[in-house]
Nanobody
Framework: QVQLVESGGGLVQPGGSLTLSCRAT????????MGWYRQAPGKQRELVAT???????NYGDFVKGRFVISRDNANNVVNLQMNSLEPEDTAVYYC????????????????WGQGTQVTVGQ
């Protein structure tokens, strides 16, 4: 069974930093893209950052240079370094991936992690 295992959430003061990490585990043929979304109470889930297998990166508009996403293709890991955190960044952060379990096109999967809470406050 393929799953996404997240770590690194927690409580941080405004202006502080946190790093989130996510590893895809199980039988995997190829990871196409990995990234992070977030959802604050009462709001829709939104893109934080994604990186594809070739290294192409997309960031949400609100990131404004504060976050850096990186990927370890060999280990199917994606990291999100978050700097200059603001109270508005408080949300549940979800790891997301598109991958193939085998070479067959029908074994294409879209996966979500269980979510990790990030709280920015005193």
């Amino acid at each position: 069974q393929v799953q996404l295992v997240e770590s690194g959430g927690g409580l941080v003061q405004p202006g502080g930093s946190l790093t989130l990490s996510c590893r895809a585990t199980g039988t995997i043929y190829a990871v196409i893209a990995m990234g992070w979304y977030r959802q604050a109470p009462g709001k829709q889930r939104e893109l934080v950052a994604t990186v594809n297998r070739g290294g192409g990166i997309n960031y949400g508009d609100f990131v404004k240079g504060r976050f850096v996403i990186s990927r370890d293709n060999a280990n199917n890991v994606v990291n999100l370094q978050m700097n200059s955190l603001e109270p508005e960044d408080t949300a549940v952060y979800y790891c997301h991936s598109h991958l193939y379990q085998t070479w067959r096109s029908r074994d294409f999967l879209e996966l979500w992690g269980q979510g990790t809470q990030v709280t920015v406050g005193q």
